[in-house]
């Protein structure tokens, strides 16, 4: 089932690699003072996150909030940042929750809610020799998928008409490599396209080792987080930061235990949860790695069982071969993002998918009339008809496109029963 990844679409190498886990730090805002005026953020803050991982000879710390905002104020609670890849490594995510994502036949499909699905989707996927790879590998990998969801994300509000933000993303992956820990992170940035939409470049920001000497990452408001950790803001005096501070120089912090690292990625969380409280809080996530073992400590007890699904209604599937027959990847209210394939004399359902630099050779396209599909210009069409249940579907948006990129596409209209009535 593997056929050699194809990287010819120029549409998607823009939104190709991606993303930077960072492991994080937060608290609640409900810690915050209510009553004390509220700071602005400066314009190179990124959303309303601190993200901190924290690590030395003795493990690693994450811990991260979970406070969802639009730029401008307090949305949710019921962000989820902290993903457990496998049994030795974490994902933590910042950015993009602020998009809210289109509306479909009353369905929507958030960024923040398609994000954590597509990193659970490709940790199920990765082989194990995946997993061996140096972390910036894994990240660049990891990151293409999340680049094609925002994308595709943009791409269907774009064509229901509804206006999405987007906004700069971080993701960073910490994991355990024999006796030591690597992390990587990597910086998603929106550059705007002509058709109104973006694209996502990705940056890898930094790849280090965690061994003997405290290591640490900021992500998010890094403009608090990073002097509250370096020593740069004279103002604290919490006793946490201080005795952080002090390891530091007395040791490079190698004396520091697991807790005291977990404890000092907190306070900094509720110090810049002080100071940004109406975007920065809500209940806090925990993980660590200790002796090689990732895990998740404390999970963010808001989400419900609606958010976990809602988390799942993204599902990938690349490099896949067929011939013949074709493929039941219905998902109800879900998408499935298909990309990097080959299908050969296939008769092929496209509604609710999103199809990216894929092979369709001699293949018939079904097309139901869904709006919750994407079919890009980096796809092959070569001896292939598209097939339109409904003559309507020739003006919707979508067969409007696939016409205008794909001239030499045929097109049919399936034939209709007709109805006898028997008198």
């Not at 990287?7 to 805002?29: C, D, G, H, P, Y």
């Not at 405290?214 to 946490?240: H, M, N, Q």
């Not at 579907?393 to 009535?421: A, H």
Request: net charge negative; glycine share 8%; with cysteine.
């Amino acid at each position: 089932m593997g056929v050699s990844m194809k990287t010819e679409s120029k549409n998607f190498l823009r939104n190709v690699l991606a993303s930077s886990m960072i492991i994080a730090a937060q608290m609640s805002a409900a810690m915050a003072q209510k009553n004390e005026p509220q700071p602005q953020r400066p314009p190179e803050t990124l959303g309303g996150t601190i993200d901190v991982v924290i690590g030395n000879g003795n493990g690693l710390a994450a811990v991260t909030d979970s406070r969802l905002s639009d730029g401008h104020g307090h949305v949710s609670d019921h962000g989820e940042k902290m993903i457990l890849m496998d049994d030795h490594t974490l994902c933590v995510l910042a950015g993009w929750y602020s998009n809210p994502g289109p509306t479909l036949d009353d369905k929507t499909f958030p960024a923040y809610s398609a994000v954590p699905g597509i990193i659970r989707s490709f940790a199920h996927r990765e082989s194990s020799a995946s997993k061996a790879s140096p972390v910036e590998n894994r990240i660049a990998a990891l990151a293409r998928d999340v680049a094609f969801t925002l994308n595709a994300v943009q791409q269907i509000a774009q064509w229901a008409g509804n206006k999405t933000r987007a906004e700069p993303s971080e993701l960073t992956l910490a994991t355990s490599v024999g006796d030591h820990i690597e992390v990587a992170r990597m910086d998603i940035s929106p550059v705007p396209e002509v058709d109104g939409g973006f694209g996502f470049v990705p940056t890898l920001r930094r790849k280090f080792e965690v061994k003997d000497v405290v290591e640490y990452e900021v992500a998010g408001i890094e403009d608090v987080g990073r002097p509250l950790l370096g020593g740069t803001d004279t103002r604290v005096d919490d006793p946490t930061l201080l005795k952080f501070r002090q390891a530091v120089t007395k040791d490079g912090g190698r004396s520091l235990s697991l807790e005291d690292m977990i404890e000092t990625a907190r306070e900094t969380e509720i110090l810049t949860s002080k100071r940004f409280g109406n975007v920065v809080g809500g209940p806090i996530e925990i993980g660590t790695i200790e002796h090689g073992k990732a895990k998740i400590e404390q999970e963010n007890l808001m989400l419900t069982p609606q958010d976990r699904r809602a988390s799942a209604l993204f599902s990938i599937m690349e490099q896949v071969t067929v011939s013949g027959g074709g493929m039941n990847l219905e998902m109800g209210d879900g998408i499935v993002l298909f990309t990097d394939s080959q299908m050969r004399s296939c008769n092929q359902k496209i509604d609710g998918m999103l199809l990216y630099n894929n092979l369709f050779l001699g293949c018939a396209l079904t097309y139901d009339g869904s709006p919750k599909t994407i079919f890009d210009a980096s796809n092959k069409v070569p001896g292939s008809v598209l097939v339109l249940t409904k003559r309507e579907y020739l003006e919707t948006p979508l067969v409007v496109q696939i016409r205008k990129d794909f001239p030499d596409l045929r097109i049919g209209i399936k034939k209709q029963p007709v109805n006898t009535e028997i008198k």
